[in-house]
């Protein structure tokens, strides 16, 4: 039987681009299969939800490419539901595809979760100096500078939604640099490679990309 790679994003499937991607860094004839925290529910339901702060706010995109903020707090209800379908599905592999913290999650044993992916890396390249994000939203840059800050790195961020406008992106870029990070990491798994190469060359630094960085380590744990 092949091997199977679950994939649980925040917000519903499809999400071609996720499952796309993770399908080219999976082992050969390996399936990937997609399940959404918010499958099934009705725009109506979602925006009865909405973010109760900046700390409750994620950014996903939903069926049809519209691009919304949700509530964390209704994700995590949500999500052992959809890891226990995506483990009946039979995947033997399951990445969270969100790079924001999450609390202990039932049946989240084993997952693959993007945040200490990205976390990890960026500790190991850059135990001291000045660390740069990128984030989608302008209310998640002080909860997600606060989130990577530790002792010995200074944290800097700028807002960049994932659907922006080359001018747009180049923009925060320049916006970025002027703080002179010495690394940057663009936090969000709705960030594409096209996204990186466009604003990496402004940066001027190493610049780790969420989904990539996540789809590599899942290559290395399963090659």
Not at 61 to 71: A, E, K, Q, W
Not at 156 to 169: H, I, K
Request: charged share 25%; glycine share 8%; aromatic share 4%.
């Amino acid at each position: 039987m092949a091997r199977r790679i679950g994939i649980a994003t925040i917000g519903q499937a499809p999400r071609d681009d996720i499952a796309a991607l993770f399908a080219r860094y999976a082992p050969e004839g390996a399936e990937v299969v997609l399940r959404g925290c918010l499958d099934g529910l009705p725009d109506e339901a979602i925006a009865a939800r909405p973010p109760l702060s900046g700390a409750d706010t994620l950014y996903t995109r939903l069926r049809g490419g519209t691009d919304v903020r949700i509530s964390k707090a209704h994700v995590i209800e949500r999500a052992p539901e959809t890891l226990r379908l995506l483990r009946e599905d039979g995947c033997d592999t399951i990445v969270f595809a969100c790079t924001g913290d999450f609390p202990p999650l039932a049946g989240d044993e084993g997952v693959i979760f993007p945040s200490r992916v990205l976390n990890g890396l960026s500790a190991a390249l850059l135990p001291q100096g000045r660390l740069g994000l990128l984030v989608p939203l302008p209310e998640q840059v002080e909860k997600l500078t606060a989130k990577w800050r530790r002792p010995g790195l200074e944290v800097v961020g700028e807002a960049l939604r994932p659907s922006a406008t080359p001018a747009e992106a180049a923009e925060a870029a320049r916006r970025l640099k002027a703080q002179a990070p010495d690394l940057v990491a663009m936090d969000c798994m709705s960030y594409d490679e096209a996204l990186k190469a466009a604003v990496k060359p402004i940066l001027g630094v190493p610049t780790l990309l969420g989904i990539t960085a996540t789809a590599r380590v899942m290559n290395e744990m399963l090659a």
